[in-house]
């Protein structure tokens, strides 16, 4: 299977809504965690809008032997709340906080000019490595 | 940039915006039977990590999403940004997100979206952590050190 297709299908579609939905724009990210400010309701309406489908295609998917392009489903199984999962969520807040990007949004926003996300990209892949080193072993964990 | 500026944008917006978003990690989910975790796929695309995700779909995926933006941004709505012009902040952020984003194994997408979608503790728990951490830090920066946007 060309596992390209499905893969730049999906990132279009994603990159699409990350952009109408105004999430590539750091101030509206900030305005958002901004409870003691100007608070801005947009980040909340995003995810209410895409948690159902998502639940939705979950759901289906625990009906299903396997994907419709795959072999099988890769779903984390941990269900463990452990401090090294609460300490990245921490450290990945406290940046997204400061500037107003995630990786979606600042991937997503380098084709919309400025060169604030090229150089945000390069110092979150430069954080990336400096986990995998840190951490001895090439990261073979799951996302979740 | 000026942060006061923000207009109000009309919730039609993030609705549809968010639905895309719902209908990209539900058919990635439904087609492949993986997570549409923007981190994870970034760091396999870059050979920084290797979450299961074929190379060549994390790649795609990663490409994949400016292309999207893009295309909003000619054909439907161009987007205002509003991102500082401190290169030290933008070093700190992207660090801090690169590192903590691998340590606690997903960020907004992979926990935020999917995570929660499928009900899971810890993404459940790292969504309301990273909100936390976020809030926290935007109070500290815009009320205790800068007042200016107060």
């Not at chain 1, 999962?85 to 107003?100: K, N, Q, S």
């Amino acid at each position: 299977m060309r596992s390209w297709l499905p893969g730049v299908a999906v990132g279009v579609l994603f990159g699409a809504g990350l952009a109408l939905s105004d999430m590539v724009n750091p101030a509206r990210v900030q305005a958002f965690l901004d409870v003691a400010g100007k608070w801005d309701p947009t980040l909340l309406w995003v995810m209410a809008a895409a948690i159902p489908p998502s639940a939705a295609a979950y759901a289906l998917s625990r009906r299903m032997a396997r994907p419709l392009l795959g072999q099988s489903f890769a779903i984390p199984a941990s269900r463990t709340v452990d401090p090294r999962l609460m300490t990245g969520a921490a450290l990945f807040g406290a940046g997204w906080g400061l500037v107003g990007y995630c990786p979606g949004p600042a991937i997503a926003g380098l084709a919309l000019g400025g060169w604030q996300p090229w150089l945000f990209v390069v110092a979150m892949l430069g954080g990336m490595l400096v986990h995998r080193f840190a951490s001895g072993t090439p990261s073979t964990d799951q996302q979740e | 940039m000026t942060i006061a500026g923000l207009a109000p944008l009309a919730p039609s917006y993030p609705i549809a915006g968010g639905l895309l978003i719902g209908l990209a990690a539900a058919a990635l989910l439904l087609l492949t039977g993986r997570i549409a975790g923007v981190s994870g796929m970034a760091a396999t695309a870059t050979r920084i990590g290797s979450g299961g995700t074929p190379w060549p779909m994390a790649a795609a995926f990663i490409i994949g999403l400016p292309i999207g933006a893009a295309l909003v941004a000619a054909l439907v709505r161009r987007p205002d940004l509003g991102v500082t012009g401190s290169v030290p902040l933008i070093l700190a952020g992207g660090l801090l997100v690169g590192f903590g984003t691998r340590l606690g194994n997903g960020c907004t997408s992979g926990h935020g979206v999917c995570g929660v979608a499928r009900l899971s503790p810890r993404s459940i728990a790292a969504t309301f952590v990273f909100m936390a951490a976020g809030i926290g830090l935007v109070f500290v920066v815009r009320h205790v050190i800068g007042g200016a946007h107060a």
